[in-house]
């Protein structure tokens, strides 16, 4: 560590929210302390994407991507009632606060442009330096990549990629976002078969990182997964492409919309396990709306199964108690026969069908949208959503006990990850309820085509294309020259392919985190994220330091918090909700702490 009096340099390697939350948690911080302190501290900012937003809500995409919150969730710094336990810095302001002061008309149940998100995030890294530097902080900003960090005599040598001398930093903030992947299993074997046979194969990517000027007007482009990838692939190769949608007056929920196509739309195959898209968000306000109260999976129970069993296990002591939450929120809410009620089955709403052609599982598949649309529209006159909500409002309870280790292991990757994790996004996490009026509307033009449940993608080499089918739909089969995987890179260590990553991995300063799942230590199953410390979360390693410590911030964090989430909530709980600002002023608080430490 520099010794009393010296600088001491940190470079916050990744600006966009995390990194930019960072940030403006130093600053709320700096703002409290003597300027001595301060004027010691130097901070590299280094990311070749735009400073604040990032590549994912770069200012500069395409206005037809939404964000998947309302504009009255989402925050990259403590406002309302979290700061009732974070300080506020002199910027602390959510993103609606900001919206209405620069002239943006968002109602809190609009659902904002990721571009505009992103002009928040720009504004809040600005204002952030400028006052950081007020406060004597020296701040330098680097429009480039780190591909490397090694162990130095004082800190961390860092190679960047525009400059053949290394940088030197006492510590560093790794707040990477997300991170290229390199392929494996089938999606290596389509990407592979793909260049063989001179086929079109986009995998798994950043949206704004696709080009989807690449599909051709007219062919079909097969498409698997319809999460809200899908929704941005969707929009752009249609109103991004001239096509119009045109209000239906009078019309009902689900078909209010109609779809004027230009004639330069390719035409998209779209499939998931599911066979169906993520539903709709309700239309009622508030992060869990107003009236949603768990009276099973409480508190007080948790506290009690706590010292009854110590660690728990999800299927056992958690999930019978969030199921009785569910029906009792779908009885409330005016549902009947609420013991039949199952919310598994909600969320496969084709299991146990078959279909005798393409043409009737188009059929079932509008019915769904329009059911799916009626009901988000409804709020909360209907128990279903209602249902869905009390569903979502167990997952924010179950998160902190995740984080405290407090399910064992064992469960969490069977149960929370194997199978509650995509139940839950299936159904709670889905897009606007306009996504869904669009999709419907695409549907009856014919611009898309859906699948069915569970297929399967190959490749036919007679004929040089891919294939796709599902074992549920009968004489159905799609065959196109381009083909889609509509999801973010997974979030993985093992199989991360940045530099920077594999620069720690060797330099062992870091490895992936293990989860012992069974009552032999030695027996570990690697986990998605970076191992590390209790909070302020510090990399493990072999060579990991103490003294210079590398913190992690953000998508890195999978091993210790379950679903990171793509911003903070505002007005939330800094143990759920928003976690990513405690995480940050956590790391903050203990930088500043050694820098005090050392001058005494």
């Known amino acids: 560590m520099a010794g009393s009096g010296r600088e001491f340099t940190i470079a916050v390697i990744g600006a966009g929210p995390r990194g930019t939350s960072f940030m403006e948690r130093l600053l709320a911080l700096v703002e409290r302390t003597d300027a001595r302190t301060a004027q010691r501290l130097r901070l590299l900012v280094i990311d070749p994407a735009p400073h604040g937003p990032g590549r994912v809500w770069d200012p500069e995409q395409s206005p037809l991507y939404l964000m998947n919150t309302p504009a009255s969730y989402p925050t990259a710094a403590p406002s309302d009632e979290t700061l009732e336990h974070l300080p506020a810095s002199s910027v602390s302001i959510s993103f609606l606060v900001w919206a209405r002061q620069n002239g943006l008309t968002y109602e809190a149940t609009d659902y904002p442009t990721r571009a505009d998100y992103g002009r928040y995030l720009r504004w809040l890294q600005e204002m952030t330096t400028e006052r950081l530097q007020d406060a004597g902080v020296v701040v330098k900003h680097l429009l480039t990549e780190v591909t490397a960090l090694s162990p130095a005599a004082d800190g961390y040598s860092l190679t960047l990629a525009d400059r053949e001398d290394p940088m030197e930093v006492n510590a560093a903030v790794l707040a990477l976002g997300h991170l290229p992947a390199h392929l494996t299993g089938g999606a290596e074997q389509l990407a592979r078969s793909a260049a063989e046979l001179g086929l079109h194969y986009i995998p798994a990517s950043v949206p704004t990182d696709v080009d989807y000027a690449s599909f051709p007007a007219g062919e079909t482009v097969l498409v698997r997964g319809m999460g809200l990838n899908f929704f941005d692939l969707m ?279 293990g989860l012992v799942v069974s009552d032999h230590p030695g027996e570990r199953v690697l986990h998605k994220g970076f191992a590390v410390t209790e909070a302020p979360y510090r990399l493990r390693g072999e060579k990991s330091s103490t003294e210079a410590p590398l913190y992690v911030l953000g998508l890195q964090l999978s091993s210790v918090h379950w679903g990171t989430a793509i911003a903070a909530e505002a007005g939330g709980d800094p143990a759920a909700s928003a976690r990513t600002l405690l995480d940050a002023q956590e790391a903050a608080a203990d930088i500043l702490r050694r820098l005090t430490e050392d001058a005494a």
Do not use: C
């Open 235 to 513: 929009i752009q190769v249609t109103v991004g492409r001239g096509g119009e949608f045109v209000p239906v007056p009078g019309a009902p929920a689900g078909r209010t919309l109609e779809y004027r196509p230009s004639g330069d739309e390719p035409h998209l195959a779209a499939g998931s396990r599911r066979g169906t898209p993520y539903r709709a968000k309700t239309v009622v306000p508030g992060f869990v709306p107003e009236g949603i109260d768990l009276v099973h999976l409480t508190e007080p129970v948790l506290a009690e199964l706590l010292d009854q069993h110590g660690r728990l296990d999800f299927r056992e002591h958690l999930w019978p108690l969030i199921e009785a939450d569910v029906r009792h929120t779908y009885e409330r809410f005016g549902g009947t026969s609420p013991q039949d009620f199952d919310i598994r089955t909600l969320a496969r709403p084709f299991d146990g069908r078959s279909f005798r052609s393409a043409s009737e599982y188009q059929t079932a598949m509008l019915e769904f949208l329009e059911h799916d649309a009626a009901t988000s529209a409804a709020g909360t006159a209907s128990p279903e959503k209602m249902a869905i909500a009390a569903l979502h409002a167990a997952r924010m309870r179950i998160k902190p006990l995740l984080t405290a280790h407090q399910i064992s292991n064992a469960s969490r990757l069977h149960d929370v990850e194997g199978w509650f994790e995509s139940l839950v996004e299936g159904l709670a996490s889905g897009p606007p309820l306009q996504r869904i009026e669009e999709l419907a509307a695409l549907a009856r033009a014919g611009v898309v085509e859906f699948l069915g449940p569970d297929p399967v993608y190959g490749v036919d080499r007679e004929h040089g294309l891919f294939l796709a089918d599902s074992p549920t739909v009968s004489g159905a089969r799609y065959s196109a020259a381009h083909m889609v995987e509509a999801m973010m890179p997974p979030n993985k260590i093992p199989a991360s392919d940045s530099p920077l990553v594999h620069s720690l991995l060797q330099q062992h300063l870091a490895y992936p985190a």
